[in-house]
């Protein structure tokens, strides 16, 4: 059974770094480019961040260039996001996501996705 399982959401202050981690199971990891994106409270889905199958090339969207750094330990099964000067638009569920072979920033073209965890910027 193919499973992603994020975790590290939960409330953090204006200006806070949390890491997000992405735990992997039932398919071949470093088989697969791997994601990140967002939902914020009554919006869509927004691609974040992607990196390919052995971490070698990153993607960023624009406005989190220099403050998300997406990153991933094929040892583990594990994908992270290190997230930094974060602002109160970054409150959001934030799933992880999965492209067989190929590199994807449009969430219709994901093979896998977890079930997401929330950060909520906030004081």
């Known amino acids: 059974e193919v499973q992603l399982v994020e975790s590290g959401g939960g409330l953090v202050q204006p200006g806070g770094s949390p890491r997000l981690s992405c735990a992997a199971s039932g398919f071949t990891f470093d088989d697969y480019a791997m994601s990140w994106v967002r939902q914020a409270p009554g919006k869509g889905l927004e691609w974040v961040s992607t990196?390919?199958?052995?971490?070698?090339?990153?993607y960023y969207a624009e406005s989190m260039k220099g403050r998300f750094t997406i990153s991933r330990d094929n040892a583990k099964n594990t994908l992270y996001l290190q997230m930094s000067s974060l602002k109160p638009e970054d409150t959001a569920v934030y799933y992880c996501a999965s492209k067989k072979f190929m590199i994807a920033t449009s969430p219709k073209d994901y093979d896998y996705w977890g079930q997401g965890t929330q950060v909520t910027v906030s004081t």
């Open positions: 990196l390919t199958w052995n971490g070698g090339i990153t």
